[in-house]
Structure formats: C-alpha cells, structure tokens
C-alpha cells in the first residue's frame, strides 16, 4: 500500500523534472555557441544554401517557438535526427544504450562486489594494516585519471603481455555479431548458442568493465567504510556492547543498518559514472551512448546532444527509483513517512 | 557489591601542534553501591557521571582511558576482566539503562527482537519463550498494549516509551546491579514520577542493587539510599541520603542543596551560577578542585584533600569538612 502511494506520488514528480530537464538542456546547447548550420553546410555553402538549411531545421524561428515545436516532437517519441549518424535521433540512443549500460552495470557491480566488503572490512579494522592498505590503494583509484586508466590497461594487457584483445569495439572483427534482442553481443550471442561469438564478446568486455570497475570501486569503498564507522560509533550499537551482545550479533548489526546508505550510494555512483564511462569508450572504441553524446557535444549535433541528456535523466530518475523502492521495503522508518 | 576506587578516566589527543592534550575527566572516584542498595550519583553537567557509567561497563571509546582505579563487582575487578568475561557480565548481571533511549534502540529491529536477542545472549531460551519472557518485560515496565507494541520500531516510541523499553531490556536477564543514567531526562513531569517509582518497585521486588545518576538532588532524596556527589570527576562527598541532606560537609554539596531541587531541575542540570565557568579538565589545578569557586577556599586548599569519615560511612574531599558538618546550613 505505501509502496503504491509512493510510487504515484515519485511518477508524479518524474513529469515536472522532465520537463525542466528538456528545457534546460534545450537552452544550454543553444547558448553553447556551436552553430550546425555551418557545420553541416561545409565551408564551401553559400548564403543562400545555409539560410535553406536553416530553415529546413527550423533553427530561423524565434526560439520559444522553437522549444514548443521540440516539446511537441518529444511527445510524440521523436527526438529529432542526428546529423551525424542522420538517423533518428530515438533509434540512435536506444539502440545505443543498452552498449552503455552492459559497460556500466558489469563495472559497477564488479566494482560494489570488491569494494563494499573491502570497506566494511576496512571499518571493522579501523586504523589497523588492513585499513590503512586498502585506503591507500583506494587513494590510487580516485587519483588515476579515467582515460589514463584505460591507455594503461591496453597498454598492459593488450601490448605488454598480450592477455586481452585490442581495445577495437565489443567484438572481434573476425566474428559475426549475433542478431540484437538485449544489445549485449554477450548475451545475444549466448542465445543463440554461439560460444565463439560470447567468447569474443566477453573478451573485448574484460578491460573496459574492469577500468569502470576500478573507478567505481574507490568511492564505494571510502563511503562503505565511512558509513560503518559512522554506524558503529551510533549510540545503538554502543547500547548492543552494553547488553553484553556476542560479536557476531554486533556484526550483524553494523551490517544492517550500514545496507540502505551503502546501496543508495553505489545508485548514486552508478549514475555518475555514466560521464566517465564515455571516456573509457572512447579508448576502447565501444560505441556506447556515452561516446555518441560526447561525440554530439563535440560537434554541435543539437538534438543529439539534447536525446543523450534525456537518456541520462531518464536513466537517473530510474535508478534513483529502484533505490528508494528498496530503501522502502528494507527500511520500516522510511515506509512510514512517505 | 559494586565498589569503585580511585577511577580515573582521561581523553588523550594530540592537538594541532602534535603536543598531546590530556582531557583528565575522571580525577579519582569512590563509591560503593552495597546489596539492595539504590544510591544516587548527583553533580552538575559535565561532572562525568556518564563517564562513570561507561567506565565501569568498559565501554569506552578512544580517546576515552580509564588510566587508574579499580571497579569491584563482588570482589572481581571489572577494569581486569578479558572481553569475554566482561560481555558475560553485561547486560546479564549487570545492566545499564542509557541517557539516549531512543538513539540506543537499534531502528532497523523491532523491540520484541531486541529484547529477544538480549534475553538469548544470556539465557539458555528458546525463540518462542524468549518472545513470551519479552512481552512480559513489557508489560511489567508498564507498556500498555504489550503485544502490539512488542512489533513496533524504536521511531513509532515516545521518549518515555523507549525509555520503558530500555528498562525491560536492562531487567530482563534479572541482572543484580542496574546502572540507570538519567534515566527520566527529557521526560514530563508526571511520566518522570511513573517512570522513577516503577524503577524502584522492580529494583525492591527482584532484590537488586541499582546505580542511578542524575543532576536532580529531588530525585536522590526521594529514591536512594545513599548518595554520591560528583565535582570535576571526583565524588566529594557521599553517605546515606538521610546524613548527607541533615549534615552537607562539602561546600559544593551545600550549594547544590541550597539552591533548591527544583530549581535545579528547570536549569537543566546546568552549573550553578557564581564563577560558573565549568572547571577546566586540561589544566586542573594541583589542590582542591572545587578551590577557585568555593567562598571558604583557604590556604590549606592548595594542597589536594583526602576523602575523609566525617561520621560512619559519611566522607567528604575537603579541608573544612567537620567545620561544615557542625554548621548548620542557613
Ligand atoms: N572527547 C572528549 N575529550 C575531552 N573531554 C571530553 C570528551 N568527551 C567528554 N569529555 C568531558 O568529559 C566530562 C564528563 O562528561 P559526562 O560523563 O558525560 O558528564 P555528565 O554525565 O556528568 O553530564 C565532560 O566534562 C566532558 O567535557
Ligand atoms: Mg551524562
């Protein structure tokens, strides 16, 4: 019942934060001071050709006007076309994302698996070996810079030992790429029983979801560890030591209440690293929505630009979602105040 | 029964010039708690009555040290003891009830299943009769509706509700000394009453012996038997609740009793006016404590004193303390 409530409620909340998300971005590519017409017009158009341009994109109307007839485009499922790929803009992210996102759930899930346990080992032995080592190597991870990481790697595992394949997109060129039902070569390619195709797909993975990993992991490490400190030091589990608790009571404890921030969190990780990963992409040329919306942002492709932020924000408001909802079942103090 | 000799509790930290800095809180605290005994521990905020608690519970956290001083319980030295032997005692035979009840809750776990966790840690019980044993504690502390509130998460408590909760958890495992740290603070008047008067019934009906802090003198002289008044980390003067009330021998116990109970009740527990600036735990001057905001300090005052028997088991820390006993208070 409270899960219903609340979810009408958050759906809600979803139309107004869309709607401010279009219009900012709708602006902010406008004052970016990039100009397509010229762009796609060549240095060789005439005024003539670019004022025919701008006006076939609509870009020679006032741009209120121009905001109102993207909104109504929106409403209707189209993003506009990108001039780049000149395809839609729609097709483009969704047939993108799902590349992105196969980067970015391994590499952060990998990442929390190691990290999280790492930290609330790191808390428990507060100030000794343990905690010191892994806070130092987790201080490597926040200071490496992402595509340095990623050179670094390939540099490594591809050219010094020869371990993992050329960082050159998700599958090997000498393979055929299974028919797309989820997007992931991995799992399309398990699908319909080709071993050869999942085991070049999982190859090209490895390096790309190990640096997303590595990333992710140092954050998630650090506030894992903060916050069971910040659980231990709670007047509640010093009222456990009180009533004279086993250890492993105490443990279960910490754990218990540390749950709900860790995984809100790794959510919040998860959704920023999203930028970072269209740097690691663009190292191993995967192709992901992340390098099509820094390739867009690079060049002046407004509606791709403005199709990749929606997708973002949609991607955020979603994982955001499923978090509170978790939160909710797990934690009874939340259930109640919503 | 519980007998503390000479407890001293530091913090220790290093400032920002790397010279560490000695917080000396506790400076020497004696008292006993004798067989079905309830003795009051009174002093003003920051008195380290708290400390006390967690000194002899061994619940310290760094920078927090005891550094000197023994706490024994039937003769064993609870400062001595390994942390199995320590974990044994708490919460089963000795058992504490904290200023914060509904911080001390854990929020994730339901009452029921922390009364339960505490009665199985201790007793040899099965699930289901540790449930029974739970609502029973509950409705003995005098929680209405005890079956229901049995399933109810600390945040759906009032404070005095948590503060019941808390008691039936320390009761539970029938311990022998209870320590209850201000255990009515931030309730209402008339809750404070219910709350108190229900501490002592279980404390008298189940033959216990209880420690119970506080900064309201009221509260002692209507409870205990016996009384500890603290001063900068020191017991200053304690004995039983009738010869400290008729003869107050240490000049901050006068005052204390000389403003009245209320009063000091509505500040708060909050020092007394006059040079009222809470002593300064990092430089602690060598002789009495209390010396720079006493009206009688005296040359002698310098010169640290000793606990001393003003009558029986009757002992005040201060020079002039047979002078002050003599004379009655205005
Ligand atoms: N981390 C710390 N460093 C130095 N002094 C501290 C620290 N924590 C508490 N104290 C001091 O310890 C004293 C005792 O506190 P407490 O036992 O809580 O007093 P009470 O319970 O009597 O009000 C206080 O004067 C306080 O200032
Ligand atoms: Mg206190």
Known sequence: MALRIFLIRRLALFVPLLLGILLFTFFLVRIGGQDPVGLIAGPTATTAEIAMIRGQLGLDQPIPTQFWIYLGNVLEGDLGRSWISQKPVLRDVLDRFPITLELLLWGTLIGALVAVPVGLRAAFKHDRLFDIVSRSISLLGFSVPTYFLGLLMLFVFFYLLGWAPPGMGRISLMVTPPPTVTGSYLIDSLLIGNLEGARSALGQLVLPVLCVAIISAAPIAKHTRAIALEVMSSDYVRYADA??????????????????????????????????????????????????????????????????VLALALFSLIVFLVIDILVLLLDPRTAETS | MLEVRG?????????????VRVARALNGVDFTVGEREIVGLVGETGAG???????????????AKVVAGQALYNGRDLLALSDD????????????????????????????????????????????????????????????DPERRANAYAHQLSGGMAQRVLMAMALINEPKLLIADEPTTGLDVTVQAQVLDLLRDLVRARGMSALVITHDLGIVAQYCDRIAVMYAGQVVESGGVMDVFARPSHPYTRRLIASTPDSLARRGGRPLGGAANPPNLYALPDGCLYADRCDHAAAQCAVAPRADPVAGTHLVRCHFSRQFALEPMA
């Open chain 1, 243 to 308: 009533t004279g608790l086993e250890p492993s009571a105490r443990i279960r404890i910490v754990l218990r209440n540390s749950r709900t921030p860790i995984l809100t969190f790794v959510g919040t990780e998860l959704t920023g690293l999203i930028g970072t990963a269209a740097l690691i992409e663009y190292v191993f040329a995967w192709g992901g929505l992340g390098q099509y919306g820094l390739n867009a942002i690079i060049r002046g492709d407004f509606s791709a630009v403005q199709g990749y």
């Open chain 2, 7 to 19: 407890l001293h509790t530091h913090f220790l930290a290093r400032g920002f010039d790397n010279q």
């Open chain 2, 49 to 63: 009555k708290s400390l006390t608690a967690y000194s002899v519970m061994g619940l310290l956290k760094p920078p």
């Open chain 2, 85 to 144: 032997e320590r974990r044994k005692l708490r919460g089963g035979e000795i058992a504490l009830v904290v200023q914060s009840p509904k911080s001390s809750l854990e929020p994730l776990t339901t009452v029921s299943q922390q009364l339960v966790r505490v009665h199985r840690a201790h007793r040899q019980v099965d699930e289901a009769a540790a449930r029974v044993r739970a609502v029973e504690m509950l409705a003995a502390v005098g929680i209405p």
